[in-house]
């Protein structure tokens, strides 16, 4: 569709701020961000709707607007609900780089204009689609009045014949229709994920069908809006956070106008997608500043008002303060700098959901922030029990994997690894700090181990390491010393870096190729500097044990 025939919608409430003699430019699809960069998930030919969060003040137009400019989008969209007028700043920049600029009414939410668009772009293609969509407009609205996903299938199998469900990356169940037919089992679901993400991580051309039990299933990515199918990415920027679409019908003999209709469709799922991930910002939030009030030393009542905060938001109705648990995970990618830190908080925030449950909002309960390559989930928990055996109730590392472990060791194929780290349960804000240095040695543990997906609970853990906290400083002085005096000494006198080596060779989980890259060194001129540390303390750093003992003595220090 043209950006003219916009502006010819009055109920999108869209005002021209500039570009008045690009209106003839054509929108392939629709994308709503508030990143600085969102690059990554564009594919050109996009009308970008915003809110503007990205903008802390006027620098900040220039490289959002060249960016886009950059990637080929056709226009953008900023909404007024935010800062009132659009910025002057943002105005200019899109009229140096000839972007049209359209500013948003406040009364008109972004899921309206996606809606329009994807219907348009649709309609041209397959006109079955554009009327589907045009007969059940509540189906992109929230509340009791909608029904997201499910209302989208129950209209593919009533006018379309086709039944289908959208599953998560961990193989569970986010929406199926209602009205047809029995359930899609665990198990299948499971199934389906893991060859849809091994046939995305080996570069199939989607859909992908798969042949199981019998019945032929044809799989579609589920992207953000805006992204086209046949875009090409490094797939392991979202492979284990993308949602998928599975229909009940072999795709190879379509014509492509059904083929169209179906990515249509996924177009019209992932505003639901989108939608869910705003409804996670607070909560995300909530854990961000938890986790940075712990981490900067904050006093105890000051996180615990932190704490008072968040529990009624992700436990309603709790009478009293709950107890908590957090959960530490990180994914690590051989030979590639992907950022891992949003990749593990997507993932996490998934793990993290009863794998029973179905629908795409059971996860209210969880706040998950990322640092750097990590996500740290705060689980809260309304008690915690104590089994007839001594165990304690609340999350179990073991049990978390259990269900999700094979569709992500597919996710994963033979360069990524997903560690997880899970702590005891604390009950107040003095113990959380113990809890996230808890949960990361945990984290450690379960790196020390084979496979693609491991984890480990604060069970797994030495005594020391659970008294760490209350190691009198005599102690701690003595146990650093014996480990690290003879590589300060070292290195005063021969500047050869063996701490900060030590430090990264740690830190990369001991992966040569990892901590090579990391400090721009050669990988024999590491094995060098380790064996060197190794000589000079009488340790060996391919035992877990000795490992341990210099990443604490690193803590310590």
Same mark, same amino acid.
């Given at each position: ?40 998930? $564009? ?10 969060? #990205? ?23 900023? =909404? ?34 996606? +809606? ?10 397959? =006109? ?81 069908? %798969? ?31 993308? #949602? ?12 492509? &106008? ?9 177009? $019209? ?7 869910? +991930? ?23 009542? +000051? ?20 107890? #908590? ?7 690590? #990618?051989?030979?590639? &700098? ?33 640092? =750097? ?60 700090? =113990?809890?996230?240095? +808890? ?20 069970? &797994? ?40 080596? $030590? ?26 500097? %380790? ?27």
């Amino acid at each position: 569709m043209r950006l003219r025939a916009l502006l010819d919608t009055d109920a999108l409430g869209l005002k021209l701020l500039g570009g008045e003699d690009e209106l003839d430019r054509t929108v392939r699809g629709v994308m709503t961000t508030d990143l600085r960069d969102p690059s990554r998930y $564009l594919s050109g030919g996009e009308l970008v709707l915003t809110g503007l969060a #990205w903008r802390r003040d006027a620098a900040d137009s220039e490289p959002f607007v060249r960016i886009l400019v950059q990637e080929g989008v056709t226009a953008l969209a900023a =909404g007024e609900a935010e800062l009132g007028d659009v910025p002057e700043d943002l105005v200019a920049a899109c009229a140096r780089h000839r972007l049209p600029l359209f500013a948003v009414h406040e009364s008109v939410a972004f899921a309206t204009i996606t +809606e329009h668009v994807v219907r348009q772009v649709s309609g041209e293609r397959a =006109g079955d689609l554009a009327a589907v969509v045009d007969r059940h407009r509540r189906m992109m609205t929230s509340g009791p009045a909608g029904g997201g996903p499910d209302v989208v299938l129950d209209l593919l199998g009533s006018d379309l014949d086709l039944r289908a469900w959208v599953l998560s990356p961990t193989g569970r169940l986010i929406a199926g229709p209602k009205a047809s037919g029995p359930a899609l089992p665990a198990e299948a679901c499971g199934r389906l994920t893991a060859e849809h993400l091994t046939a995305t991580r080996t570069g199939r051309r989607a859909p992908h069908r %798969v042949l199981l039990g019998g019945t032929t299933y044809s799989l579609f990515p589920i992207r953000s809006t805006g992204r086209s199918p046949q875009a090409a990415r490094d797939a392991r920027e979202t492979v284990l956070s993308d #949602w998928l679409l599975a229909v009940e019908a072999d795709a190879g003999d379509w014509a492509e &106008e059904r083929l169209d209709l179906l990515y249509g469709v996924t177009q $019209l799922i992932a505003v639901e997608r989108d939608r869910r +991930e705003t409804a996670r910002t607070v909560r995300r939030r909530l854990a961000q500043e938890v986790l940075e009030l712990v981490q900067t030393g904050a006093a105890p009542g +000051e996180i615990a008002a932190r704490l008072r905060v968040a529990a009624p938001v992700l436990l309603p109705g709790l009478g009293a303060a709950p107890h #908590w648990q957090v959960v530490v995970a990180r994914v690590d #990618w051989d030979g590639a &700098e992907i950022e891992g830190g949003p990749v593990a908080q997507a993932l996490l925030e998934e793990i993290l959901v009863d794998p029973l449950s179905a629908g795409p909002e059971p996860s209210d309960r969880i706040a998950v922030a990322h640092t =750097g390559d990590e996500a740290i989930a705060l689980v809260p928990l309304p008690a915690v029990s104590t089994e007839h055996d001594g165990s304690e109730t609340g999350v179990l590392a073991d049990a978390l994997l259990e269900s999700v472990r094979d569709p992500l060791t597919a996710g994963l194929n033979d360069d990524g690894r997903l560690t997880l780290g899970v702590s005891a349960a604390v009950h107040s804000a003095e113990g959380l700090r =113990g809890a996230l240095e +808890e949960a990361r040695h945990a984290r450690r543990v379960a790196a020390a181990r084979p496979g693609r997906v491991c984890a480990a609970g604060h069970q &797994e853990l030495a005594s020391h390491v659970l008294l760490l906290p209350f190691v009198p400083d005599d102690v701690r002085r003595a146990f650093t010393a014996r480990l690290l005096d003879p590589l300060r000494d070292y290195d005063r006198r021969h500047r050869a870096e063996l701490i900060p080596t $030590l430090e990264a060779f740690l830190d990369c989980d001991g992966s040569w190729t990892r901590c090579a890259a990391r400090l721009h060194l050669h990988v024999n001129t590491l094995r060098y500097r %380790v064996g060197r540390i190794e000589q000079l303390t009488s340790r060996d750093l391919s035992r877990l044990e000795d490992k341990l003992d210099f990443f604490l003595a690193l803590r310590m220090s």
